[in-house]
């Protein structure tokens, strides 16, 4: 079964037809993120820019809370951008495919002839998630391990423990696992660490300042940590950069993504038949790129997830105008910020969220709490509290913090979840997704 609490971190699907404006109301924008910001609605960074020149950079929140010390975030604090770290290894394979050191077609049993399906699976399959190789991030023991550190085998024999999901081609599924792989097949074509060819053949071509492959998070080096908020910023544990490689392991900052991007839609890291391959999508998915529709228009980039981060990258051709955005903190969805931080650009009508809560003391909750389960979804649903904050855990699944919006309706926005209590039923409804589920409390 799906988890019905997964987070999307993909971006807006408008269709209806409107017009754009180019009047950019910067006094707007700033007040969006001011009331994130004092709202304790989300921390991060973002930077807009058209043909080639910046014309926004905001940071809001902190890249340390510890105690009562914190330290501010800047337009240069440095962030795990997880995922799209994936559109640079896809650079680095094309750039590799034209000084012909490598085929769309070449198969990986020439460097990994272990791995499931080696001498099926292609490069092309790999870099559009259809080889079949199972992704590992999904396996139930994933977060017990996430932590520690992983050597090259150790990590190759973690993919091949599973047989593949299905045989190359027959369809496309998501996997982490593709571009670890493809990470390291660029080292031994190169003979560099992955960190060694980003940095010459991306960073020192683009001009990247805050961009690297990151490591244990050093706050002398700008770095920032990540947090989830639950009545107070607490701090997420940190993957270990050895593990996602060239699927997540670069830092960066949203001003360094726009910068990238540009040039890559420039021509300036790959020629221009390579990118019209980079950016063909099949069954949704390009070759290190998606397509994010905002009204009548299309982005490509791509977004990204590493434990409390979330991120993406765009660029809209017809405009010449790339948009990145990184958050360390999130309860607003990110998804939301972007909406209205483009719709502020494009001159779309937009009210700036207000976000009305309706105030709760600890006792309040006690009505609340209990075991609860469904007929209609074979889990449990145990709501706890913390404080004078209300805490939802489904089987199997991490807790989350759940804010009062009304009288017995609360929501976590991450997830676009919605639960309405009818405490004289000993029952809630749970909403999400146009679905709609109704939880009894066990006796």
Do not use: C
Request: no cysteine; proline share 4%; charged share 20%.
């Amino acid at each position: 079964m799906k988890n019905i609490f997964y987070i999307s971190i993909l971006l807006i699907s408008f269709s209806i037809g409107t017009s754009f404006s180019q009047n950019f109301n910067k006094s707007k924008l700033d007040k969006l993120f001011d009331v994130l910001a004092e709202k304790n609605k989300a921390m991060g960074s973002i930077a807009i820019s058209k043909n080639g020149k910046l014309l926004y950079s905001r940071a809001i929140g902190y890249s340390s809370i510890s105690g009562n010390e914190k330290i501010p975030s800047t337009a240069t604090t440095k962030y795990r951008i997880g995922s799209i770290t994936k559109m640079f290894t896809s650079t680095m394979i094309f750039q590799l495919i034209e000084e012909r050191k490598i085929k769309l077609t070449s198969t990986i049993d020439a460097y990994f002839p272990k791995l499931p399906n080696a001498r099926k699976i292609t490069i092309g399959n790999l870099l559009n998630h259809r080889s079949g190789l199972h992704n590992f991030t999904d396996d139930p023991d994933y977060k017990s391990w996430m932590t520690q550190p992983k050597t090259h085998d150790e990590m190759l024999a973690i993919i091949s423990k599973n047989p593949v999901d299905f045989q190359p081609n027959e369809k496309a599924s998501y996997s982490n696992s593709n571009y670890i792989v493809l990470g390291y097949i660029i080292e031994k074509i190169t003979k560099q660490s992955y960190s060694e060819a980003l940095n010459q053949r991306i960073i020192s071509k683009v001009g990247l300042t805050n961009t690297e492959v990151g490591g244990k998070t050093t706050l002398s080096k700008n770095e920032s940590f990540s947090y989830q908020f639950s009545d107070t910023w607490k701090q997420e544990p940190e993957t270990d950069m050895s593990i996602p490689g060239g699927a997540g392991a670069i830092i960066s900052t949203p001003t360094d993504l726009t910068k990238f991007i540009e040039a890559l839609f420039a021509h300036k890291l790959i020629s221009e038949k390579s990118l019209a391959q980079m950016k063909t999508l099949k069954d949704g998915y390009g070759m290190g790129m998606f397509s994010f529709p905002f009204y009548a228009k299309q982005a490509l980039g791509h977004n990204g997830g590493i434990d409390g981060f979330t991120s993406i990258v765009g660029y809209f051709p017809e405009d010449n105008v790339a948009i990145s955005y990184i958050s360390n903190g999130q309860v607003y969805p990110m998804n939301d910020i972007i909406i209205g931080a483009l719709s502020i650009y494009f001159g779309e009508v937009y009210d700036i969220p207000e976000f009305m809560t309706f105030a709760l003391k600890s006792e309040d909750l006690d009505k609340y709490l209990g075991v609860y389960s469904s007929t209609e979804l074979p889990l449990k649903m145990t709501i706890s509290k913390e404080n004078n904050l209300l805490i939802a855990q489904a089987t199997g699944q991490s807790s989350f913090p759940l804010e009062a919006t009304a009288k017995d309706t609360f929501q976590f926005r991450q997830a676009g979840v919605v639960i309405e209590f009818t405490t004289e039923k000993n029952e809630f409804i749970l909403k999400q997704g146009g679905g709609s589920y109704v939880f009894t409390k066990d006796k």
